[in-house]
């Protein structure tokens, strides 16, 4: 009996240290802060101002198009603002999130969405991975890439 009961009073220690050590705001904890702000910038992609860019983007992004163009954090911006790529609607189906640890997270999403690029209709399909980056405790977007479907 003495034998069992120092048992589950040392695994329980163990898996309360264990969990001790887990980064504040890492791991599961953080995967719906992750995902809201994908959401923001999703509406902020539809009805985009510079102040909700700004915020949640990280000054070095990266943002790769699914036709090989790259911006930055100031061309993504300037192109949506001037509305050289207007997103009317965009719709997120199959998002996944991964955070590594505590301070990156790997998101990965389908997108659909009706466009207006320069007033020409359109509409798009793509698979998107992101990279997020916790800077100053906000989640930021770091690294975009966007394939075709």
């Known amino acids: ?3 069992k009961k120092f048992f589950l009073i040392a695994a329980s220690a163990i898996l309360f240290t264990g969990c001790a050590m887990v980064p504040a705001g890492g791991g599961a904890t953080a995967e719906p802060t992750v995902a809201a702000a994908a959401e923001r910038l999703r509406l902020a992609m539809i009805d985009p101002t510079p102040a909700a860019l700004g915020a949640l983007v990280a000054d070095d992004l990266s943002y790769g198009h699914s036709g090989g163009r790259v911006d930055t954090k100031a061309s993504f911006i300037g192109d949506l603002v001037a509305g050289k790529s207007d ?3 965009i719709t997120i189906t199959e998002q996944t999130i991964k955070v590594v640890d505590g301070h990156t997270a790997i998101v990965r999403h389908t997108l659909a969405a009706d466009t207006n690029d320069s007033g020409k209709p359109g ?3 793509l ?3 992101g990279v997020w980056q916790k800077q100053g405790g906000e989640w930021k977007l770091l690294a975009r890439q966007a394939v075709r479907i």
Do not use: H, R
């Open 87 to 89: 997103f009317v609607s």
């Open 1 to 3: 009996m003495f034998m």
């Open 127 to 129: 698979k998107i991975l």
């Open 123 to 125: 509409k798009v399909a």
